[in-house]
């Protein structure tokens, strides 16, 4: 039924995101007009809440008002009322009902709960249909078959605080997309509830093998899809089986197994690890990957690009959990106009400035005012103004400004001096660092990872027991845990040397820095090249057999 139903999913869902497109085309050539009507939608849905009141916000406030009054605000200034906003109060943000909170790493708490209200969605939507629309355009591949959107498992110890939505990337949409999604998807959404992260893994590739008329695969990290994909060589002889059987080889699944023979005729006839002749004789029809591809993710989205040539690649635009900021949109990252109000504080100034003042060049961080009752809530993204489309800005991704972010772990300063504060023992052991790793510790393995530089005696069996101290710390936080549990992240190591100070001056050289500049920091720039070479000689691994997904 839902082959047959598909051609018309794919027709209802390319002609409504044509017509949210031709809306947002239209704002390309009034961003100022399209802003201030926004922000004067986003001031109804705060009228007569709690927040509105204590700001004293009203309908019709204009834009510089609205400047004036709003103190630029972080996740610790609206923490307590979205705890109270959870816990069944009303009108405390928004005056919106708000049955969904999405999670995400906070600074310095395992999980910050991001409300998704109706007019949130809606913001959120008003940047989706643009970007599809430009999809269904650009790549015609896509216009049929199978689309593969996210889902990521979810932990076990979350799962009584989430709905069962929650993960899924599709349940951002509309219904009427959502329902047009529903038969499109490869992928039954059950797989994020599996017992484990590796059974879940598991049965995303199996049914992921089962469509060989997959056309477009969406992720975060390039990093979840390269670890997915290995999964074709580790797993061979038993995704073959469950293939040919249509039944699981393993205990506890919850859901039914596909069966797909001509998958699992591919699969016993190769041999070695995954490469792009194998990816094109199992997915033919695969005409778009994307994922982020920028900054930390820069490397492995070249990797990702390179197992599977016979597919376009396309960078994410910037999202949040908190919000989107700009999309793909006619080749560049369009400012996603029509969704949230915007403001950017220039970086070499700190002056802000609405989205229709920002000039090309300009590096900037962005202000998000939202549906679901952020008010210039600050993300800590470097931004490079580009080009206009009419006079819309597009926005290219520098990097973040503080926090961390290799595989979408997102770990800030103040999560990695609370996890460094569990290993120091005075005149023992002085934590000075933790420092990340894109290209890993082990080079062999060419996982990314996290390395706690400590001062003191080098001791194995204490740094191993420290490691697993900083392993805990640190998979307290809600996306590191999820990053370890697929597999994206090798596991954290602990160096300690007398001259820890001394080898953190070291790295910041070898970086480029000047010497007498160099600023002990407890969470480190990402460390590559010569300085990563330099720390691999001199570290003393822990051998503790890290995990894949086995």
Same mark, same amino acid.
């Given at each position: +039924?839902?082959?047959?139903?598909?051609?018309?999913?794919?027709?209802?869902?390319?002609?409504?995101? =044509?017509?949210?497109?031709?809306?947002? %085309?239209?704002?390309?050539?009034?961003? %100022?007009?399209?802003?201030?009507?926004?922000?004067?939608?986003?001031?109804?849905?705060?009228?007569?809440?709690?927040?509105?009141?204590?700001?004293?916000?009203?309908?019709?406030?204009? @834009?510089? %008002?609205?400047?004036?009054?709003?103190?630029?605000?972080?996740?610790?200034?609206?923490?307590? #009322?979205?705890?109270?906003?959870?816990?069944?109060?009303?009108?405390?943000?928004?005056?919106?009902?708000?049955?969904?909170?999405? &999670?995400?790493?906070?600074?310095?708490?395992?999980?910050?709960?991001?409300?998704?209200?109706?007019?949130?969605?809606?913001?959120?939507?008003?940047? !989706?249909?643009?970007?599809?629309?430009?999809?269904?355009?650009?790549?015609?591949?896509?216009?049929?078959?199978?689309?593969?959107?996210?889902?990521?498992?979810?932990?076990?110890?979350?799962?009584?605080?989430?709905?069962?939505?929650?993960?899924?990337?599709?349940?951002?949409?509309?219904?009427?997309?959502?329902?047009?999604?529903?038969?499109? $998807?490869?992928?039954?959404?059950? !797989?994020?509830?599996?017992?484990?992260?590796?059974?879940?893994?598991?049965?995303?590739?199996?049914?992921?093998?089962?469509?060989?008329?997959?056309?477009?695969?969406?992720?975060?990290?390039? =990093?979840?899809?390269?670890?997915?994909?290995?999964?074709?060589?580790?797993?061979?002889?038993?995704?073959?089986?469950?293939?040919?059987?249509?039944?699981?080889?393993?205990?506890? #699944?919850?859901?039914?197994?596909?069966?797909?023979?001509?998958?699992?005729?591919?699969?016993?006839?190769?041999?070695?690890?995954?490469?792009? $002749?194998? +990816?094109?004789?199992?997915?033919?029809?695969?005409?778009?990957?994307?994922?982020?591809?920028?900054?930390?993710?820069?490397?492995?989205? %070249?990797?990702?690009?390179?197992?599977?040539?016979?597919?376009?690649?396309?960078?994410?635009?910037?999202?949040?959990?908190?919000?989107?900021?700009?999309?793909?949109?006619?080749?560049?990252? +369009?400012?996603?106009?029509?969704?949230?109000?915007?403001?950017? !504080?220039?970086?070499?100034?700190?002056?802000?400035?609405?989205?229709?003042?920002?000039?090309?060049?300009?590096?900037?961080?962005?202000?998000?005012?939202?549906?679901?009752?952020?008010?210039?809530?600050?993300?800590?993204?470097?931004?490079?103004?580009?080009?206009?489309?009419?006079? =819309?800005?597009?926005?290219?991704?520098?990097?973040?400004?503080?926090?961390?972010?290799?595989?979408?772990?997102?770990?800030?300063?103040?999560?990695?001096?609370?996890?460094?504060?569990?290993?120091?023992?005075?005149?023992?052991?002085?934590?000075?660092?933790?420092? &990340?790793?894109?290209?890993?510790?082990?080079?062999?393995?060419?996982? &990314?990872?996290?390395?706690?530089?400590?001062?003191?005696?080098?001791? &194995?069996?204490?740094?191993?027991?420290?490691?697993?101290?900083?392993?805990?710390?640190?998979?307290?936080?809600? *996306?590191?845990?999820?990053?370890?549990?697929?597999?994206?992240?090798?596991?954290?190591?602990?160096?300690?040397?007398?001259?820890?100070?001394?080898?953190?001056?070291?790295?910041?050289?070898?970086?480029?820095?000047?010497?007498?500049? /160099?600023?002990?920091?407890?969470?480190?720039?990402? /460390?590559?090249?010569? @300085?990563?070479? *330099?720390?691999? *000689?001199?570290?003393?691994?822990?051998?503790?057999?890290?995990?894949?997904?086995?």
């Amino acid at each position: +039924m839902k082959q047959r139903l598909r051609p018309l999913a794919h027709q209802a869902a390319r002609a409504v995101c =044509t017509f949210g497109a031709r809306r947002f %085309e239209a704002a390309l050539g009034d961003v %100022e007009g399209t802003q201030r009507a926004v922000l004067a939608a986003q001031l109804l849905r705060y009228a007569g809440s709690e927040q509105a009141g204590a700001l004293g916000l009203r309908p019709g406030l204009r @834009a510089e %008002e609205f400047r004036d009054r709003v103190p630029e605000h972080a996740w610790s200034d609206v923490a307590d #009322m979205v705890r109270r906003q959870r816990a069944g109060q009303t009108r405390v943000l928004t005056h919106e009902p708000c049955a969904r909170y999405q &999670p995400t790493s906070g600074s310095s708490s395992r999980v910050k709960w991001v409300p998704y209200t109706p007019g949130f969605l809606s913001d959120l939507d008003a940047a !989706v249909t643009p970007w599809v629309a430009d999809l269904y355009q650009s790549v015609p591949g896509v216009r049929t078959g199978q689309h593969y959107w996210s889902l990521s498992w979810i932990p076990t110890d979350l799962r009584a605080d989430t709905p069962d939505n929650i993960n899924d990337d599709t349940q951002l949409l509309s219904w009427e997309k959502r329902a047009a999604a529903a038969l499109m $998807a490869p992928v039954p959404r059950w !797989v994020a509830y599996a017992q484990s992260s590796e059974d879940s893994l598991f049965a995303t590739l199996a049914w992921l093998l089962a469509a060989d008329d997959l056309s477009l695969v969406s992720v975060w990290s390039p =990093t979840f899809a390269l670890n997915l994909f290995e999964g074709l060589s580790l797993h061979r002889d038993e995704l073959a089986t469950t293939l040919e059987r249509g039944r699981w080889q393993r205990p506890g #699944m919850p859901g039914a197994a596909p069966k797909a023979l001509r998958a699992a005729h591919i699969l016993r006839r190769s041999s070695g690890p995954a490469d792009p $002749a194998l +990816m094109k004789a199992l997915w033919p029809r695969l005409s778009l990957v994307s994922a982020w591809d920028t900054s930390s993710s820069a490397r492995w989205a %070249e990797r990702l690009q390179q197992l599977i040539p016979h597919a376009r690649f396309q960078g994410k635009g910037l999202w949040a959990t908190e919000g989107v900021v700009t999309i793909p949109y006619r080749g560049v990252h +369009m400012l996603a106009s029509r969704s949230h109000f915007y403001e950017f !504080v220039d970086l070499d100034t700190e002056r802000t400035h609405f989205a229709w003042e920002l000039r090309e060049g300009q590096e900037v961080r962005p202000l998000l005012t939202t549906g679901a009752g952020l008010l210039r809530y600050a993300l800590r993204d470097r931004l490079r103004v580009g080009q206009r489309l009419g006079n =819309t800005p597009s926005l290219v991704f520098v990097g973040r400004m503080d926090d961390t972010d290799m595989v979408g772990e997102k770990l800030s300063p103040d999560a990695a001096q609370r996890v460094l504060g569990m290993l120091e023992s005075p005149g023992d052991c002085q934590p000075v660092s933790l420092i &990340p790793l894109p290209n890993g510790l082990d080079e062999s393995r060419e996982r &990314p990872c996290y390395v706690a530089l400590c001062e003191g005696e080098s001791n &194995p069996n204490q740094d191993s027991l420290r490691a697993e101290a900083l392993e805990r710390g640190l998979r307290e936080f809600f *996306h590191y845990e999820l990053a370890r549990d697929l597999g994206q992240l090798a596991e954290a190591r602990v160096v300690t040397t007398p001259n820890a100070r001394a080898l953190y001056e070291e790295l910041g050289v070898l970086r480029g820095m000047v010497q007498g500049n /160099i600023k002990v920091e407890p969470l480190s720039a990402c /460390i590559e090249g010569a @300085a990563a070479a *330099h720390l691999r *000689h001199v570290a003393r691994p822990v051998a503790r057999g890290d995990q894949s997904w086995t």
